[in-house]
């Protein structure tokens, strides 16, 4: 933990989907000054998000669902991301395997942690965990589409992957960790295809 850093009081405003706090904390710069602030922190647990990609074909595998707080800000809420959920006491890459084959039907191969990031950290504690995977045709084992008993209504969505990359500039795909991944991905091609070593 930052020793610059001392938590003063921790007040608890709702525990619903996710738990709201309010922090009262001190703070010492760099000038050796300290100062004291709230904030408000939610905490709804740390997720893992993963890319399904056919490399042979050149496709991606993304999904279509409703998001509550994209639509109360006045965008469309039914926004075309990469599969991701909750670790609810899994790994991350057991987290990763299972959202893959809940909510796209297709159990994935070749699976590949790349990078993790915090989505919103101003106010939000969710770490995401990245992950690349392959797919293809034989490795459907359902039509997808998430679990029945969450609530859960996802289109799955399969196009060319730069179709995928072209949503972004278009506006259509405005999800982070979606053009995050997509990116990734693109980037990695590239330099596949360039023979530059990574590495170096």
């Known amino acids: 933990m930052d020793k610059n850093i001392r938590v003063v009081d921790v007040e608890n405003l709702s525990e619903n989907w996710g ?7 001190e703070i010492t710069h760099r000038d050796g000054t300290r100062q004291r602030h709230e904030r408000e922190v939610y905490d709804r647990g740390n997720a893992a998000v993963v ?3 056919d490399p042979v074909r050149d496709t991606v595998i993304l999904t279509r669902q409703f998001r509550l707080p994209v639509h109360v800000n006045g965008d ?3 926004q075309i991301e990469a599969c991701a959920g909750l670790l609810d006491g899994d790994d991350p890459e057991t987290c990763a395997r299972k959202e893959a084959e809940e909510e796209t039907g297709f159990r994935v191969t070749d699976i590949r942690h790349i990078f993790d ?12 965990h ?4 392959h797919y293809d045709a034989a490795a459907q084992v359902s039509a997808g589409g998430g679990l029945d008993h969450e609530g859960e209504d996802i289109e799955v969505l399969e196009m060319p992957f730069k179709s995928a990359l072209a949503m972004i500039g278009s506006g259509e795909i405005v999800d982070a960790k979606t053009i ?3 990116h990734y991905a693109a980037l990695e091609a590239a330099v596949i295809s360039s023979g530059t070593d990574p590495g170096r």
């Open 19 to 25: 738990k709201l706090k309010k922090y009262t904390f």
């Open 117 to 128: 990031s915090y989505m919103s950290p101003g106010s939000v504690t969710e770490k995401l």
């Open 180 to 182: 995050m991944l997509l």
């Open 51 to 53: 890319l399904l990609r």
């Open 130 to 133: 990245f992950f690349v995977a």
């Open 76 to 78: 469309s809420g039914y």
